[in-house]
């Protein structure tokens, strides 16, 4: 009898942990696409902060700023078709949205790492930029290791580390931290 019990408490503990695996691995999906839904438009707004910040530097920093907007604008329109892809995503879930999703958020993040090799703002304006992008790439490139873990093509395959991101909430108030500054 003891040997029976045994066997079935294995039984019930392998079931345990294929439960709790599978719960963990089937709501992964939502929970990324909810916090790229929000990270996605704060990383915007911080980006349009930039173009607040920027529009007010004269002199010598205005050609930095003028190539720092431009590069802004350009990613602008990139979580536009961020935004989109997610949407698609989110209606029709397939390993080809998500790969677009990839390419999009690595169009982004190369673009934005182009600001940090602009010089010639004024050093707290510069200070307040680096640190924004440095926030959101950080956040992005976040976001990028969790989406092999969503592609059913890497089933059963060893993958990267996935980087957690940070909390919308949390993502929200370091941008606004930044941005406040003196």
């Keep these: 009898m003891k040997v029976q019990n045994r066997n079935l408490y294995r039984l019930g503990m392998i079931l345990v942990l294929f439960s709790v695996t599978a719960c963990i691995m089937g709501c992964s999906a939502p929970s990324f696409l909810t916090d790229l ?9 911080a980006v349009a902060g930039l173009l607040a910040l920027l529009s ?29 892809l997610i949407a698609s995503y989110k209606t029709n879930p397939a390993d080809s949205t998500l790969e677009n999703i990839e390419v999009a958020v690595n169009e982004v993040v190369t673009d934005l790492k182009q600001i940090l090799d602009i010089a010639g703002l004024p050093d707290t304006t510069s200070t307040k930029v680096n640190a924004v992008v440095q ?31 940070v909390a919308a909430a949390t993502f929200k108030a370091n941008i606004h931290g930044i941005l406040g500054a003196k």
């Design 37 to 45: 839904e929000m990270i996605v438009p704060i990383a915007g707004s």
């Design 56 to 84: 007010s530097v004269t002199g010598s920093g205005a050609s930095a700023a003028a190539s720092i907007q431009s590069i802004v604008t350009k990613v602008d329109g990139e979580f536009t078709d961020l935004n989109q």
């Design 135 to 165: 926030e959101v790439v950080g956040q992005l490139e976040a976001m990028l290791s969790v989406i092999p873990v969503l592609k059913s093509s890497t089933a059963g395959q060893t993958l990267t580390q996935v980087v957690k991101p």
